[in-house]
């Protein structure tokens, strides 16, 4: 069975290399001078709106990378991050960050969308984020779904799925159609229903889930996902996700993210140049701190 594993996890990182070339980007040695080649400059983004999440979406993971956190010391908690984005339309600019604070908050709430929507609004002492924009690395859970659907988020847009407690926001957004109104759990085989959507919808529209290029990454995290999950003999039922993204070819994944991202070209400029200097200095001020208000719970 060791080697069976250790055969699934070489041919995995394997893949996760091979496919990270293959989507245009340079090496996964931090060690080395990157120039990573940008999808955007090998396939082209159809509008600026897409270039910008897929910028917001490439500061995300940025963000969470500059403080990666290993399976054996995570002081700070899991590897998850967001951007938060105002409501100026097509002048929007980003204006905060967080990272989950889980561990070292000692508090199970202060997920990184917690930290990054509580955080911004009482800097700014904002009752609501109406027609802000949330850019994340994963897909909320319950908790953290329903907080932006309170504060009036406008838009969410993330880079992974959560298999284990995602779909919320989806059912808050009162889109039949891209979720089922019953889930089987795979231990036990019995079926839980719910009656869909929620009675009352939040009015927010319809979230993004990835462009794309995410699309490609995302299936790659799941497949890797799929594989960890065998591998460590998760609970079918809780699930491993935080765990896996602990995990070594995953932090490769992340790391070329943020060499493509430092050394991306814009190519709507007029719409987009400015959003990425702010979204880069946000990513280099990540890199240089600690979260904003870290040891203090909301």
């Given at each position: 069975m060791n080697h069976f594993?250790?055969?699934?996890?070489?041919?995995l990182v394997i893949h996760l290399f091979l496919f990270a070339a293959c989507l245009g980007f340079q090496g996964?040695?931090?060690?080395?001078?990157?120039?990573?080649?940008?999808?955007?400059?090998?396939?082209?983004?159809?509008?600026?709106?897409?270039?910008?999440?897929?910028?917001?979406?490439?500061?995300a993971f940025s963000v969470?990378?500059?403080?990666?956190?290993?399976?054996?010391?995570?002081?700070?908690?899991?590897?998850?991050?967001?951007?938060?984005?105002?409501?100026?339309?097509?002048?929007?600019?980003?204006?905060?960050?967080?990272?989950?604070?889980?561990?070292?908050?000692?508090?199970?709430?202060?997920?990184?969308?917690?930290?990054?929507?509580?955080?911004?609004?009482?800097?700014?002492?904002?009752?609501?984020?109406?027609?802000?924009?949330l850019y994340g690395t994963l897909e909320p859970?319950?908790?953290?779904?329903?907080?932006?659907?309170?504060?009036?988020?406008?838009?969410?847009?993330?880079?992974?799925?959560?298999?284990?407690?995602?779909?919320?926001?989806?059912?808050?957004?009162?889109?039949k159609d891209r979720i089922s109104p019953c889930v089987t759990l795979e231990s036990t085989q019995t079926e839980y229903c719910w009656e869909q959507p929620f009675p009352k919808t939040t009015g927010f529209t319809q979230p993004i889930q990835i462009t794309a290029f995410w699309d490609n990454f995302g299936l790659l995290l799941e497949e890797g996902y799929q594989i960890y999950k065998v591998q460590q003999k998760c609970d079918p039922e809780r699930g491993c996700m935080v765990?896996?993204?602990?995990?070594g070819?995953?932090?490769?994944?992340?790391?070329?993210?943020?060499?493509?991202?430092?050394?991306?070209?814009?190519?709507?400029?007029?719409?987009n140049q400015e959003f990425y200097d702010k979204a880069k200095g946000l990513v280099t001020e990540a890199g240089q701190s600690h979260d904003r208000n870290l040891g203090v719970a909301f």
């Open positions: 594993k250790k055969i699934f996890q070489t041919l996964l040695n931090a060690q080395e001078t990157r120039q990573a080649i940008p999808k955007s400059q090998i396939l082209g983004h159809a509008n600026w709106q897409e270039e910008r999440d897929y910028i917001g979406l490439m500061a969470v990378y500059t403080d990666w956190q290993t399976a054996d010391t995570h002081p700070r908690g899991y590897n998850i991050g967001c951007v938060l984005v105002n409501n100026g339309g097509e002048d929007a600019l980003p204006v905060y960050w967080a990272r989950n604070s889980v561990n070292f908050v000692n508090n199970k709430t202060q997920h990184g969308e917690v930290r990054t929507l509580m955080g911004y609004s009482f800097q700014e002492n904002l009752k609501d984020l109406t027609g802000y924009t859970c319950a908790q953290c779904s329903g907080m932006a659907a309170m504060l009036g988020i406008d838009r969410v847009v993330w880079g992974q799925d959560d298999r284990e407690y995602g779909g919320t926001m989806v059912r808050l957004n009162g889109d765990d896996y993204l602990y995990w070819p995953v932090r490769s994944l992340f790391e070329d993210i943020y060499g493509t991202f430092i050394h991306y070209t814009v190519q709507y400029e007029t719409e």
